[in-house]
């Protein structure tokens, strides 16, 4: 404690050494780095956020839309009769073959569906998996797929193709 009177005495002191004038130049420079602190710790921050704000709203109102539309998906999803499993294997190979022809082969097993893939256009593919998620009412449970070339003729098809298995859940059988 007698440290800290001795600083503060000492400080004292040379302030009253100080002109009148000098006195004035340290205050002016204590009032200018106090207001910048005041800014960069309290106002710079709070009008960043308020600057950011409306980009901020506009994209967690897509995410909020998004949600409903999943929401309202998952909605009519339930609404829908169930499918038996025998007419989930019927919707199932009839949009394979409309879908992507020769290019795919399936086999049943069980409650499981496995369609092998030889160079099905990523297009054609996940088209496909929205049709029969809806129609067929089937969820892949397992992907094994690789990117392949694809061809068109003899030159390089610009799109994605996939080669690959699909595994899917059928509907269960009552």
Do not use: Y
């Not at 100080?18 to 009032?31: I, N, T």
């Not at 929401?71 to 829908?80: I, M, P, S």
């Not at 019927?90 to 290019?103: D, F, H, I, K, Y």
């Amino acid at each position: 404690m007698n440290r800290k009177n001795e600083t503060l005495d000492a400080l004292k002191q040379r302030w009253n050494a100080l002109q009148g004038r000098e006195q004035m130049l340290v205050m002016a420079a204590a009032g200018l780095v106090g207001l910048a602190l005041v800014w960069w710790v309290a106002l710079a921050p709070a009008i960043k956020t308020l600057r950011l704000a409306p980009q901020a709203h506009a994209q967690l109102d897509r995410q909020l839309q998004h949600m409903r539309g999943l929401q309202q998906e998952a909605l009519e999803l339930q609404k829908a009769p169930r499918i038996q499993a025998n007419d989930a294997v019927r919707a199932l190979q009839s949009s394979l073959t409309q879908s992507m022809g020769a290019s795919a082969q399936m086999t049943i097993v069980a409650d499981r569906a496995t369609v092998t893939l030889k160079g099905v256009p990523a297009t054609s593919l996940a088209q496909w998996l929205a049709q029969v998620r809806s129609t067929a009412r089937v969820v892949p449970i397992q992907a094994k797929l690789v990117r392949s070339a694809g061809t068109k003729g003899n030159a390089p098809a610009l799109p994605a193709h996939w080669d690959g298995t699909l595994i899917l859940s059928l509907p269960p059988s009552n």
